[in-house]
């Protein structure tokens, strides 16, 4: 997974073309969470984030990542953008 983050880091993405439906940072995120090991997790999610500000399943693996290890800061943080792009402003 961490070749296919460093291939996909070293691609060129065309400004008319869609980013990628599941970014290599984000799967290796999911998997490191799935193996307990939610630091490495975060960093990945992190390194997805970088790219693609915004991006639902990022954030939601970022505030649980951090929350399973312990960093209630980034928790907060994650959770307050994850509020913020799932909370529209009402219409006036």
């Known amino acids: 997974m961490r070749e296919a983050a460093t291939r996909e880091d070293a691609t060129e993405k065309a400004a008319v073309t869609p980013g990628p439906l599941a970014p290599a940072h ?31 399943r990022s954030l939601a693996g970022a505030v649980a990542a951090a929350r399973a290890s312990g960093d209630r800061t980034a928790e907060a943080a994650y959770a307050a953008q994850l509020a913020k792009l799932t909370n529209p402003r009402p219409t006036p």
């Open 26 to 56: 984000e799967l290796t995120g999911d998997l490191l969470a799935a193996l307990g090991r939610p630091a490495e997790a975060l960093a990945e999610y992190r390194a997805t984030l970088a790219k693609e500000p915004g991006r639902y």
